[in-house]
């Protein structure tokens, strides 16, 4: 998976393919496929594993403390860089004065979890800082979305 990766790229990966070799790097002894497997059935998708809250991740059989500060690593390594593309890219070189952030969830829930609201009002706050407005944030899954303004999130 590795070679995989590196000379294809990161879509070379199925999510349980690279939620098992992010598992393998906390657990280099264990059996990471059917655990990988698992956490995508349980929570949905790779992304819904890396955006459960700690004590979800906790509770399952398999997983310990350095399995899911791994996990919580590549949420917090995705969210600096999500919120440094958009407000570099999508505001500051267009000189936009407002944004309206637009996110696809594979898994078809488009139910904004605690890390998408939390993640939101801090690229809402940043956006402040340079005088950038966040319009709204939506989520679109298999037909369905849901708007954070429209929710009373924003």
Not at 6 to 23: H, I, K, N, W
Not at 24 to 50: C, H, R, Y
Not at 78 to 99: F, G, I, P, Y
């Amino acid at each position: 998976m590795r070679d995989e990766l590196l000379s294809r790229g990161p879509d070379a990966l199925v999510d349980y393919g690279l939620l098992e070799m992010l598992l393998f790097f906390a657990m280099p002894n264990g059996e990471t496929k059917p655990l990988a497997k698992a956490l995508i059935n349980q929570f949905g998708s790779f992304a819904d594993v890396v955006a459960a809250p700690p004590d979800e991740l906790l509770s399952v059989r398999g997983l310990g403390v350095h399995s899911v500060a791994a996990i919580k690593l590549v949420q917090a390594a995705a969210v600096r860089l999500s919120r440094t593309q958009v407000l570099d890219q999508r505001a500051l070189d267009s000189s936009a004065t407002a944004l309206i952030l637009v996110h696809n969830r594979p898994s078809g829930d488009s139910t904004p979890s605690r890390q998408d609201i939390e993640m939101t009002r801090e690229v809402e706050g940043a956006g402040k800082f340079l005088s950038v407005v966040l319009h709204d944030r939506i989520i679109v899954g298999k037909g369905k979305w849901t708007s954070f303004r429209q929710h009373g999130f924003l």
